[in-house]
């Protein structure tokens, strides 16, 4: 194959040519690092990569299956890694100026699970400064006049443009699914605690979620199954047996998946493009979504979340951002200010708040498969700004497994992501009931 066409294999069928010898490691990275080569200059997803480095990576996993020794399931598949995550072999600076050059000695969790699963960190991707909203240098592949949404913009937007199939970044509010769906790719938080944080920037324990992205389900299936799992040094981790979320993802549902079309007290968010677009989808879908409208209590939810995040990101990072001064920047500063200003009465009212949620989603997920939801207000605003993450605060409040798949095109057939919400813990089902509804609109 010419590398045009290697790069763009999936990352399971890839994976299943370098497992049969018919595909090298060192040709599959070659070919991704061409094409990075060729787009990287307009989108900018990329803050490190060093090509010789992946290439080492690729030769020596080559030299390993030659062996006969055993293989991992991302053996040779190169992943972007979102710049909060610590990696030892590239800088990790989170987009901050404070970070600039700092280089931990270790990987975090996640970097080493996807190299022992036989993974190519091929690179950091571009994040928002400190995974907040002031913006980096990232494009959206399908139009660069717009954003790629954030805080892991460049990881939605590597994967959106051929050049990597797999990409890690983190969800503190909406920055796995918004991106998703502004790049038209795949995404996937899962459960609160599924994927382990240790190693990375944390800015509120309560919220912050480790997300994958892909260019399909199985794919992202496939590196979530690497990734899950119980780990002591993040405190929300639990000791669980990690879903075979590819065999269940695949499986035929026993019965067509009832799914509650939640337009959420933030509905008029929505442009009214994707409002259309939503209506037209439920009724296509016919008497399989019923509508399903939230408690008036459930409004709560999104000055809870900003209590919550604004003062554990204070408590997290005050005491760097005000080291530096002026070279932060002032949305980080002014989040700073009001976070460190919290009520402890306001801030644990938010956090109990936080487990009714969950508590009412849950008695309305032992009705449903899945909520069906916008993944965003519209198609991708031009300019940088990263965009409303609304229709993402709640089920990250609530720790829900959530999903954004490309299904939908708004004006010039800009990609509008379809979000399905699944009940807690219950990743693997939420995978298959995804499958389902992409199928069946094909």
């Given at each position: 194959?010419?590398?045009?066409?290697?790069?763009?294999?999936?990352?399971?069928?890839?994976?299943?040519?370098?497992?049969?010898?018919?595909?090298?490691?060192?040709?599959?990275?070659?070919?991704?690092?061409?094409?990075?080569?060729?787009?990287?200059?307009?989108?900018?997803?990329?803050?490190?990569?060093?090509?010789?480095?992946?290439?080492?990576?690729?030769?020596?996993?080559?030299?390993?299956?030659?062996?006969?020794?055993?293989?991992?399931?991302?053996?040779?598949?190169?992943?972007?890694?979102?710049?909060?995550?610590?990696?030892?072999?590239?800088?990790?600076?989170?987009?901050?100026?404070?970070?600039?050059?700092?280089?931990?000695?270790?990987?975090?969790?996640?970097?080493?699970?996807?190299?022992?699963?036989?993974?190519?960190?091929?690179?950091?991707?571009?994040?928002?400064?400190?995974?907040?909203?002031?913006?980096?240098?990232?494009?959206?592949?399908?139009?660069?006049?717009?954003?790629?949404?954030?805080?892991?913009?460049?990881?939605?937007?590597?994967?959106?443009?051929?050049?990597?199939?797999?990409?890690?970044?983190?969800?503190?509010?909406?920055?796995?699914?918004?991106?998703?769906?502004?790049?038209?790719?795949?995404?996937?938080?899962?459960?609160?605690?599924?994927?382990?944080?240790?190693?990375?920037?944390?800015?509120?324990?309560?919220?912050?979620?480790?997300?994958?992205?892909?260019?399909?389900?199985?794919?992202?299936?496939?590196?979530?199954?690497?990734l899950a799992g119980y780990d002591a040094e993040d405190?929300?981790?639990?000791?669980?047996?990690?879903?075979?979320?590819?065999?269940?993802?695949?499986?035929?549902?026993?019965?067509?998946?009832?799914?509650?079309?939640?337009?959420?007290?933030?509905?008029?968010?929505?442009?009214?493009?994707?409002?259309?677009?939503?209506?037209?989808?439920?009724?296509?879908?016919?008497?399989?979504?019923?509508?399903?409208?939230?408690?008036?209590?459930?409004?709560?939810?999104?000055?809870?979340?900003?209590?919550?995040?604004?003062?554990?990101?204070?408590?997290?990072?005050?005491?760097?951002?005000?080291?530096?001064?002026?070279?932060?920047?002032?949305?980080?500063?002014?989040?700073?200010?009001?976070?460190?200003?919290?009520?402890?009465?306001?801030?644990l009212a938010a956090r109990d708040s936080a487990a009714?949620?969950?508590?009412?989603?849950?008695?309305?997920?032992?009705?449903?498969?899945?909520?069906?939801?916008?993944?965003?207000?519209?198609?991708?605003?031009?300019?940088?700004?990263?965009?409303?993450?609304?229709?993402?605060?709640?089920?990250?409040?609530?720790?829900?497994?959530?999903?954004?798949?490309?299904?939908?095109?708004?004006?010039?057939?800009?990609?509008?992501?379809?979000?399905?919400?699944?009940?807690?813990?219950?990743?693997?089902?939420?995978?298959?009931?995804?499958?389902?509804?992409?199928?069946?609109?094909?």
């Open positions: 194959m010419a590398d045009g066409q290697l790069a763009a294999l999936s990352a399971t069928d890839a994976a299943a040519e370098i497992a049969r010898g018919v595909l090298s490691a060192e040709d599959y990275i070659s070919a991704c690092l061409a094409r990075i080569s060729e787009a990287e200059k307009d989108v900018h997803a990329f803050i490190h990569i060093d090509a010789e480095q992946a290439l080492r990576q690729a030769r020596a996993l080559d030299a390993r299956r030659r062996s006969g020794q055993p293989i991992g399931p991302l053996h040779g598949l190169p992943v972007g890694i979102k710049d909060i995550f610590n990696t030892a072999d590239y800088p990790t600076e989170c987009g901050s100026a404070l970070l600039k050059g700092r280089r931990p000695a270790r990987d975090c969790t996640a970097v080493a699970r996807l190299r022992a699963a036989g993974a190519v960190i091929i690179g950091k991707t571009v994040t928002t400064e400190c995974a907040y909203f002031h913006p980096g240098a990232t494009r959206n592949p399908h139009d660069l006049e717009r954003t790629p949404g954030g805080s892991s913009s460049g990881s939605a937007a590597a994967v959106a443009a051929g050049m990597i199939p797999l990409a890690i970044g983190s969800q503190t509010n909406g920055s796995v699914i918004r991106p998703a769906s502004f790049c038209g790719v795949f995404g996937i938080k899962p459960t609160h605690g599924t994927i382990s944080r240790h190693g990375a920037l944390i800015l509120s324990l309560a919220l912050d979620h480790v997300g994958v992205f892909a260019r399909s389900l199985a794919d992202a299936a496939l590196i979530l199954e690497a405190p929300d981790s639990r000791p669980f047996a990690s879903p075979a979320f590819r065999a269940v993802a695949a499986e035929k549902p026993p019965s067509p998946p009832r799914l509650a079309f939640v337009r959420t007290p933030v509905w008029d968010k929505a442009d009214a493009e994707a409002r259309a677009a939503f209506e037209a989808l439920a009724q296509r879908l016919g008497d399989i979504v019923r509508p399903v409208d939230l408690p008036e209590t459930f409004a709560g939810a999104w000055p809870d979340q900003r209590v919550i995040m604004f003062t554990d990101m204070a408590h997290n990072l005050g005491a760097m951002v005000a080291r530096g001064g002026d070279a932060s920047s002032q949305q980080l500063r002014d989040l700073i200010a009001e976070g460190s200003q919290t009520n402890a009465l306001r801030y009714r949620y969950r508590a009412g989603l849950a008695d309305i997920l032992k009705d449903y498969d899945a909520i069906l939801t916008p993944s965003a207000p519209g198609v991708a605003p031009k300019g940088i700004a990263t965009g409303n993450p609304a229709f993402n605060t709640l089920w990250t409040l609530a720790g829900l497994p959530a999903v954004t798949l490309p299904l939908l095109q708004g004006e010039g057939g800009l990609p509008i992501g379809v979000q399905l919400v699944g009940a807690f813990g219950d990743d693997a089902r939420l995978l298959r009931t995804a499958n389902w509804l992409e199928a069946k609109l094909a």
